[in-house]
């Protein structure tokens, strides 16, 4: 099953995903979530999937410095006009969509 990881070259839960990912024998294809992500696809499809309050980064640095106008922004907007509010990685699976690398996206996949 080819996964898809979405995320941050410099982003450590990124890398531990993509080691462990590989470790157990996956195929998977690292995509930059900044500089090679049709965010206009994606985000809209993500959204969907996992919902705003999984997807949306609330603990970054990114959204602490965003004004109260700003956090009211519809979140499809507010992820494609600031890709690192999004919680990464954004793994795509036999099509699912698995945000975070917490111990239930790595039952899931591992």
Known sequence: ???TLYGLKNCDTCKKA???LEAAGK???FIDIRADTDLE???PAWLQAAGAEALIN???TTWRNLSEQDRATE???LLMANPTLIKRPVIEANGSVHVGWTKDVQVALL
Do not use: D, F, H
């Open 1 to 3: 099953m080819p996964l």
């Open 18 to 20: 993509l080691k462990a």
């Open 27 to 29: 195929t998977v294809t």
């Open 41 to 43: 696809i994606c985000v």
């Open 58 to 60: 609330k603990r970054s």
């Open 75 to 77: 979140p499809a907007a």
